[in-house]
């Protein structure tokens, strides 16, 4: 799916082409950032991990309860099946 569909079908609030010339976002800032920006995707993916698992467990749990709710939801929609096809 590309930036402009996410956008369209609510996926997304918006584009970001570039966060450095940004004027909602300035990357100097928040070096950290910026940092993050140039580095590797594995270490990035590490790190994603380790702030995870730093997290309150019971706070993991109320949210992934919450989007199985919302996802049964979903499905349970007599219009699910439509907005599926009308989606792909």
Do not use: Y
């Amino acid at each position: 799916m590309e930036a402009k569909e996410a956008v369209s079908c609510g996926f997304a609030n918006g584009i970001v082409d570039d966060l450095g010339d940004s004027d909602w976002f300035d990357l100097s800032k928040i070096p950290t950032i910026a940092k993050l920006c140039n580095t590797d995707a594995r270490t990035l993916t590490n790190a994603k991990k380790q702030f995870i698992m730093a997290r309150d467990l019971e706070e993991i749990e109320k949210v992934i309860d919450g989007e199985a709710v919302a996802l049964v939801d979903s499905w349970m929609d007599k219009d699910f099946a439509t907005k599926v096809a009308t989606f792909m």
